[in-house]
């Protein structure tokens, strides 16, 4: 007897949808494993948890507002690991998307709101793009390594929102008042470069969807359209599976790592612009560091397998342990359970993606005649 | 007092490198095998929890209590690094999300935390912890003994193993098949080389080491248990080992160089010199990225000494 | 014949099958082979030589059948097990470590006896490296880096690594793949005195003339099973083929496109110089020119420069010195894309990988250079469409549009990469190593594919290592050794010994 692991020669339909599935409720057994063992009863945080993220008064709401960054940091790594490149930068870039978009909001306050708005997302993505450009120039013109370097400057990119914030008397700081300068903010935003919401369900537990993440679907779709029908797609599928088939054919290759870099960290960058014109209203270091939007975000594009759709579909999913576990935070509900169930999550997912890549069979040795099943095969 | 300030920045340079050297270590090992870890800066966090668990829980004289701790530690951070290893060796998973996923799952808002919450450990100090001691009285060499011989035991502990890893590597018979594994597994495999061991095996112990790395700062550097307290470091050490060309002797140079550029804002702060700290946190992570950039420019792969089988699992070809 | 009738013979392989998802490699094939002999193991590409060498060295465990050494019943769960029973391989892909010295890769994982001390000791290595290397004419210093040596130089390293170890068994995989004809005699005066040592040699190849040359007894492998084991002086070059192809032959010769005087020069290359992968000059100062409707042969061994040559007239390498102009026009290098539309098509040495995108589809590949022509959108359809019509056209079986790259066997996909290039209509085609690894049939394909091409006017620029190939279809053949141009030869009256002089480097007599 022996386990033989083989590659799938066809992969069948029903595996794409089962594999996240299985992976899913494997890790809340797992999870459920941890809370039993530490002398937790699962049925009981498992409750509020679903409560807590999907059915309490504004519990919808509040999960869209967790699930919003994810969505855009999700499909920044998506628009890059499908071409091998990997962004690990998202939470950086995301970073410099706030900064950028609050320089706008600030300084162009007096501009009608729609158009403050706009800028302020243009702003972001620009302030992503440049951002994840250097890790970009680098992979393209010198061949070094996305991974580290974008790493890295993650934590450049939090240092120097710090700097801002904490220990310089930037423009994005508050120094108007006294108080301001014991307790270091950021300057609030005006009225106009708040982003709008909309209420949907008004009755029981009620709905808001914010203009942010209305934005992160219109990504997604954009995104889906780009790498599925435009030759500028083709050219990162061709990337994504084979460097050497896309030099051969003639794709620029530099060129393309450039641009999807950029497009990552503007999709990033956006998503650090919503911080700050849907929930934040100023530029505020704590609240984007504390959560680790960009290393999720990896986790859901990993989870969503790079689908865009999948992508916003999941950070729902997330959002709404993230939002529960920040509700429940307090003595009696373990803390840190969020990022222990993400981390089974994902490790399930990635366990699980070889069934759906590989075969594992039981193999059976035999004699010369297969159908009799002989027990010393050199008798 | 020029001469002072600078003894006491190396000082502290030492001080804070060596959980940055322990990590290092263990990442070169697991690296040398071809396998990327970005899980480090979860396991230690996990090792100083475990640690620190260990101190406040068990009783006895501080030898046998701080002994056991280093145990439990390098222990707690073996088995997670044998999550990693299992996904990536055996089910062939990316090891840039797996180790990602390493980090969600052990780091500041994952089971650290939760098991530093429900052992109880926050905002209590340590019972027992490492002290400096000076061997031989060298400390009272100039210049060099207050720098390196006033140190806690965990310091000169780690020198041991820098000289233990560097000869391994060089000099034995397992060290030549894991840099074959490394380099060239396909080829390792066919000379009768147990590739998936190897990788097991030193991405195991690469754990233990980031284990101890994390204990250091609970047990050493602030003796005390708060969430997320390594802030970072795991990331450094992953830089270092880049940044030290993946040898040992110059992981421990690594290490010192970046401890002091932690250290020194809070050397020059006691002093009375204000500047803005951020300024010298970034430089480690700015020095790596122009160190990777130098050499992915000048050199081949091959001077560079990264493993050239880094990052890929390793599949006997099948038809 | 060193054969006695007492004694079990060294390697005896007993029903053995291996299969793979959708393959049966080796289907109940039975295998001797005594001590003291060469012993020719020969098939065609796809026979199932490889699988049944990974078996005999434990790398794949077979699914049924027995294995035998020297009459005793062994199971190789693993390599580890086949080298302490005295199993070595040459592969055909070199198994060493680039950055390792000579004697760190002979010694890498040997753990025999008193050989098993933890610490190395190199210096000691390397005396034993270099006393093996004189007693079998294998030259090599042991303190160089595998990357710095030739591939013939690390063969020579692979044939150490058994001695080393006291291989009674040593199988080599296509091993004169890399050589040269004058470098191979001497590999086959090598492997003689190591069987006259009482050692199993198993040379595995798909070359009549070298399995007559080279071995005492024959057994043909064809469709994963063996057809016949006998002594090769019974046998013929022709009736070893027929058993090999299951047929009999017919002549592929065919005749040649024969050139008149104003053909114009299409493709021409002046002065090329290029630095190869690791920084070192891989061409110095080629020069040559292809005229429509010829067939321009390069031959060399490996490692000649043949794929610098091949990549910078295609824009994949820039060239550091040097022209390169089609019908007249030159043509900045360095950009794959220019070299595209000035109608250079490229059949690559690595189909799979650089040929194709192994993952995408039939249709995504059939696309990979056309899909630039209709403005920033993709038109699905007409790709599709496209795809289908090419699979027809050039008989791509058992695939359609939907088919992935990596399913397909050598011999179609190298036909939807003929398809595709040929359908952009170029004036040039640069083909490296068109039918390596192809069955003979495929190899039939591709060549009247290429003669067809060249009929119809287009200019060949031929490389490959294959002197056989060569001598059929070329009009004219120069040889590249060490990144220069040794000389021309004309097809018509040149002899294999005379190439393989040039191939070595030596000048013509």
């Not at chain 3, 079990?8 to 003291?36: C, M, S």
């Not at chain 3, 064809?222 to 032959?249: C, H, I, N, W, Y």
Request: hydrophobic residues 50%; proline residues 4%.
């Amino acid at each position: 007897m022996s386990v033989r692991i083989e590659r799938r020669l066809e992969q069948p339909r029903w595996l794409a949808v089962a594999v996240p599935t299985g992976s899913i409720v494997l890790a809340l057994l797992l999870t459920g494993a941890v809370l039993l063992v530490t002398g937790h009863n699962p049925v009981h945080a498992y409750h509020r948890l679903f409560d807590a993220a999907f059915v309490g008064k504004d519990a919808l709401t509040q999960t869209i507002v967790s699930a919003t960054p994810l969505a855009f940091t999700g499909l920044a790594a998506a628009a890059a690991f499908r071409m091998n490149i990997f962004n690990i930068g998202a939470e950086g870039q995301l970073y410099f998307g706030a900064i950028f978009a609050a320089a706008a909001g600030l300084y162009l306050h007096s501009w009608p709101s729609a158009l403050l708005i706009a800028a302020m997302i243009v702003a972001g993505a620009v302030g992503g793009a440049a951002w994840a450009a250097i890790p970009g120039v680098l992979r393209a013109f010198c061949r070094t390594n996305e991974i580290i370097t974008s790493l890295m400057l993650n934590y450049v990119a939090a240092l120097i929102l710090n700097y801002l914030i904490f220990d310089s008397l930037s423009y994005w700081r508050d120094t108007s008042t006294p108080e301001a300068k014991v307790f270091p903010q950021g300057k609030m935003l005006s009225d106009a470069a708040t982003w709008p919401a909309w209420g949907i369900v008004h009755s029981g537990p009620g709905l808001v969807i914010p203009l942010g993440f209305g934005v992160a679907v219109l990504v997604a779709v954009g995104l889906w359209a780009l790498y599925s029908r435009t030759r500028f797609g083709f050219e990162v599928q061709v990337l994504g599976d084979s460097w050497r088939a896309a030099r051969y054919a003639g794709i620029r290759t530099r060129r393309k790592i450039l641009a999807v870099m950029c497009l990552s960290g503007a999709i990033a960058g956006i998503g650090g612009a919503s911080q700050d014109g849907d929930f934040r209203h100023l530029l505020d270091p704590r609240g984007l560091q504390q959560a680790g939007y960009g290393y999720a975000g990896i986790v859901i594009a990993a989870l969503a397998r790079y689908n865009p759709f999948a992508v916003v579909l999941i950070s729902l999913l997330l959002g709404g342990l993230q939002n529960a576990g920040y509700a429940l935070q307090g003595a009696d509900f373990p803390s840190g359970l969020v990022g222990v169930m993400e981390g089974l999550i994902l490790f399930c997912a990635l366990g699980c993606e070889l069934l759906r890549r590989y075969r594992v069979r039981v193999v059976r040795r035999t004699g010369r005649e297969p159908t009799v099943p002989a027990t010393e095969p050199t008798a | 007092m020029n001469n002072g300030i600078v003894v006491v920045v190396a000082a502290s340079g030492v001080l804070y490198g060596t959980p940055l050297l322990f990590a290092a270590l263990g990442e070169l090992l697991a690296e040398r095998s071809g396998v990327l870890n970005l899980g480090v800066e979860g396991i230690m966090l996990i090792g100083a929890v475990m640690g620190f668990w260990t101190v406040q829980r068990v009783h006895g004289n501080s030898a046998v209590v701080l002994t056991a701790a280093i145990f439990v530690a390098a222990f707690a951070g073996a088995a997670i690094a044998l999550i990693h290893a299992f996904l990536v060796v055996t089910l062939r998973a990316n090891q840039i999300v797996s180790g990602l996923a390493v980090t969600i799952f052990a780091g500041a808002a994952g089971l650290s935390s939760y098991l530093g919450n429900d052992l109880n450990l926050a905002d209590k100090p340590a019972r027992h912890a490492f002290d400096n001691i000076s061997p031989f009285g060298l400390q009272k060499l100039p210049v060099v003994g207050p720098i390196l011989f006033g140190q806690p035991l965990l310091v000169y502990i780690s020198w041991v193993w820098v000289i233990l890893i560097a000869l391994y590597l060089s000099r034995t018979r397992p060290g030549l098949n894991v840099r074959a594994v490394g380099e060239s597994p396909a080829a390792a495999d066919a000379m009768g080389i147990n590739v998936a061991g190897y990788r097991y095996a030193h991405t195991i112990v690469g754990g233990a080491f980031a284990g101890v790395g994390g204990a250091c700062f609970s047990l050493m550097i602030t003796p005390q248990w708060v969430d997320g307290l390594t802030q970072g470091a795991g990331w450094i050490a992953i830089a270092l080992v880049i940044f030290a060309f993946w040898r040992p002797e110059l992981c421990l140079v690594g290490a010192y160089f970046f401890g002091a550029f932690s250290a020194l804002p809070f050397t020059l702060q006691a002093r009375g010199v204000t500047v803005a700290p951020e300024l010298f946190q970034a430089l480690p992570y700015v020095a790596t990225v122009v160190v990777l950039v130098i050499v992915s420019m000048g050199w081949t792969k091959r001077g560079l000494g990264a493993p050239a089988a880094l990052g890929t699992p390793y599949v006997r070809e099948e038809t | 014949m060193p054969e006695h009738e007492s004694r079990p013979p060294a390697v005896r392989l007993r029903g053995i099958t291996k299969r793979f998802p959708g393959v049966v490699a080796n289907d109940g094939v039975d295998f001797e082979a005594a001590a003291g002999e060469v012993h020719a193991l020969l098939g065609e590409n796809g026979a199932g030589k490889t699988t049944l060498s990974n078996v005999m060295t434990g790398l794949y465990r077979p699914d049924e059948g027995s294995i035998e050494l020297d009459g005793r019943p062994v199971e190789f769960r693993s390599p580890r097990d086949a080298l302490d029973a005295g199993v070595s391989m040459v592969h055909q892909h070199f198994r060493l470590v680039g950055a390792f010295t000579v004697a760190e890769n002979v010694v890498l994982g040997d753990h025999r006896g008193e050989a098993r001390t933890f610490r190395l000791h190199p210096r000691r290595i390397e005396r034993r490296v270099a006393e093996l290397g004189d007693q079998y004419s294998l030259a090599v210093d042991p303190r160089a880096k595998i990357w710095q040596l030739s591939l013939g130089e690390q063969q020579r390293v692979e044939i150490l690594k058994a001695l080393y170890r006291e291989s009674r068994v040593l199988i080599l995989d296509e091993p004169t793949a890399v050589l040269t004809p004058q470098e191979a005699e001497t590999l086959f005066v090598t492997l003689r005195s190591m069987a006259d040592d009482g050692r199993t040699i198993i040379f595995i190849s798909h070359k009549l003339n070298e399995v007559k040359a080279v071995a005492d007894r024959v057994t043909v492998l064809r469709g994963g099973r063996s057809v016949v084991t006998e002594p090769t002086a019974d046998a013929t070059p022709q009736s070893l083929a027929e058993l090999m192809v299951g047929r009999e032959l017919a002549s592929t010769m065919r005749e040649r496109v024969e050139l008149t005087a104003e053909d114009e020069t299409v493709l021409e290359v002046d002065d090329l110089w290029a630095d190869g992968d690791r920084g070192e000059t891989a061409l110095r100062g080629v020069s040559l020119e292809v005229r429509a409707g010829e067939i321009l042969a390069v031959a060399g061994v490996a490692g000649n420069g043949q794929r610098e040559l091949a990549e910078t007239i295609t824009g994949l390498r820039p060239a550091t010195r040097g022209r390169i102009s089609v019908r007249g026009k030159r043509l900045a290098g360095g950009d794959p894309r220019r070299a595209i539309r000035a109608g250079i098509a490229h059949v690559p040495e690595d189909r799979l990988g650089t040929g194709v995108a192994p993952s995408l589809t039939n249709a995504s590949n059939t696309a990979l250079k056309a899909y630039r022509r209709h403005g920033p959108f993709l038109r699905r359809r007409l790709i599709r469409r496209r795809a289908d019509e090419l699979i027809h056209r050039f008989d791509v079986r058992g695939a359609t549009h939907a088919t992935p790259a990596r399913q397909l066997s050598g011999g179609n996909l190298q036909k939807v990469v003929l398809g595709r290039e040929f359908s952009a209509q170029p004036s040039v085609l640069v083909a490296a190593s068109p039918t390596r690894g192809l069955d003979v049939a495929a190899i039939a394909t591709v060549h009247g594919h290429l003669r067809d091409a060249a009929a119809g006017g287009m200019a060949i620029l031929l490389i490959s290592e294959d002197l056989d190939e060569i001598l059929a279809l070329a009009n004219r053949i120069v040889v590249l050794y060490e990144g220069e141009l040794a000389g021309e030869v004309d097809p018509h009256g040149a002899t294999v010994n005379e190439i393989g002089l040039l191939m070595a480097g030596g000048s013509r007599a």
